[in-house]
């Protein structure tokens, strides 16, 4: 897949993302867009659950194309995130080519054997730049990492090369759509952002969400739906540890269908606010705020 036939302008864009049930708005579709036309990555950052991740997800599966995923976290380096050898395999090979006596190559003849393809364990990164089919690598919360592992991406996503001292420079034949997701948990580097296209996602109006909901759960009432957006907004405008997100809201309207809910009243409410809120605070806040006791 060359860069101009990731997706073929932002309209046919939207158009892709929405048959596999990514509703994009405008602006999303033209980054999308962009970032396969001009083989940049994608910077995505935003509150958890907006569609950062499922946008990577939806990218991948609008154009056939196969799924990498890096999940950050703290500790994450560079043996987790690119590549480490098989040590285990190397002992074994070194063990078995010595024999039993001791008496075989010693380790200048062995070096060169272990140091192949065989024991090599490709990571995300490492994986998704050798391949030669459309693959799109999600790198996903990249703010949870440190800024070694920062300072890695900003090497592999300049020039899309790796060197392995013992086997030489691997370079992307085919260029990956790179996604970089973050929940702005700490300031991303300058010189990161700069090889980066920058979207910014936040929680959809009250009219996208109901579209997004009543699109993955069509069977719920249109009422239902109404009330359940309604709701959704203001348990955000709450001093919440965590505000519910679009996966919830649409978990939400599952349930209610799952529970052949006609109308969400309070005691619908007050029974099923588990689903889309998930701390004890959270929901005693809520039901106090909302005077749902």
């Keep these: 897949m060359d860069a101009m036939t ?132 999600l790198i996903d919360e990249v703010d949870k990492t440190d800024v070694e592992v920062e300072a890695l991406l900003l090497e592999v996503l300049s020039d899309f090369q790796v060197t392995i001292p013992e086997l030489g420079t691997v370079t992307a034949t085919r260029r990956p759509f790179v996604v970089l997701t973050s929940n702005a948990a700490r300031e991303l580097s300058e010189a990161l952002k700069r090889r980066c296209l920058y979207l910014h996602l936040d929680y959809p109006d009250a009219d996208r969400e109901r579209e997004i909901v009543t699109s993955r759960v069509p069977e719920l009432d249109d009422r239902v739906a109404r009330q359940l957006v309604d709701l959704v907004v203001r348990l955000r405008e709450l001093e919440l540890k965590k505000a519910p997100s679009i996966a919830e809201s649409i978990d939400w309207a599952r349930t209610l269908v799952a529970l052949e809910v006609g109308t969400l009243d309070q005691a619908a409410v007050t029974a099923t606010l588990g689903a889309v809120l998930k701390h004890a605070t959270d929901i005693e806040r809520a039901t106090r705020e909302l005077k749902l006791a």
């Design 6 to 137: 990731w997706f073929s302008s932002p309209t046919a864009t939207t158009a892709a993302l929405g048959e596999v049930g990514y509703l994009a708005d405008a602006a999303t579709a033209t980054t999308a867009y962009l970032a396969g036309a001009l083989e940049k990555p994608l910077l995505i950052e935003g509150p958890a659950g907006v569609g950062k991740t499922e946008l990577a997800k939806s990218v991948a599966a609008a154009t056939g194309s196969s799924l990498v995923r890096l999940q950050c976290y703290e500790g994450l380096d560079e043996a987790r995130a690119l590549y480490e050898w098989n040590y285990s395999k190397q002992l074994l090979r070194i063990q078995a080519a010595r024999g039993d006596d001791g008496s075989g190559p010693g380790w200048d003849e062995t070096h060169d054997d272990i140091f192949g393809e065989e024991f090599l364990l490709t990571r995300p990164l490492l994986t998704a730049i050798r391949r030669d089919e459309p693959t799109v690598l």
